[in-house]
């Protein structure tokens, strides 16, 4: 069967070969601006030549950093593919790259071509590895404050729920939205034109829906402070994990990494996190997390 993608052919080549099947690994929230981050990127390496990667958002905040994370992946991994996180499309004052809103997205999408790693703007992969075929898609579908407190129906009252909470995201002033007036009105463009492209795929194909942020409410039960969902996600993508077939979902942005089912499907973290954050857990920090093949991982709560 043609597929749209050789690397699947990679992999049947590998296995024929008796080397080591390929496999799709996720990871996210690397923040190399801390050095101990950067550090665990240095050391990032696949298990097998044939071996794709899902950079789910959050690689850090200056252009320069994103391009040398990238470019060390793109060199070990088969295939890379990334996802922009709300960090990646801060516009840090002292960043020599002062493009805001749509124009640094578009700038890290075209650092993202040169380097031959896929991005939402690309016609969505197919992984034809085992576990597969599965179409593999790396969405951008931001927030809209519509993950609001009890009680509260409109941005504006959320916020200031959020506010006497103490409780402020940075995106509020780094997170530009240019062109647009607002994030949510970005974020409604976006989802419509995401919502098209899904439609279009072959429905006798199952997907892998990647995106920074997670795509259903429930991730954010466990928030320290609730009134942070604000800022991490949107209901309007309630219902893609089921009408799109998605035989999980991949997000980061939560610095919660675990898995968790909702309505039968799987809702796998990958994030990294920060080192006072990664410190305190039991596992080794950096560790890829498998999505196909397919893993039983215990759900966690
Ligand atoms: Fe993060
Ligand atoms: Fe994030």
Redesign the pocket.
Known sequence: MQTPCSEGDRTAEADRDGAAPGRLMAIS?LHIRYEENRAIVDRLRPASDADWLLVA??VGEYVEDIRWALTVLSRRFAKVIWVP???ELWTPSNDPVQLRGVQRYEHLVAICRELGVLTPEDPYPVWEGEGGPAVIAPLFALYDYSFRPPGTHTKEAALAVAEQAGVVCTDEFFLHPDPYPTREAWCRARIAATEARLAEIPEDLPTVLVN?WPIVREPTEPLWHPEFALWCGTKATANWPRRFRAASVVY??LHIPRTIEVDGVPHIEVSLGYPREWRRRKAAPGQQVQILPAVARAPQF
Do not use: S
């Open positions: 929230d958002g959050d996180g709300n960090h920074h980061g942005h």
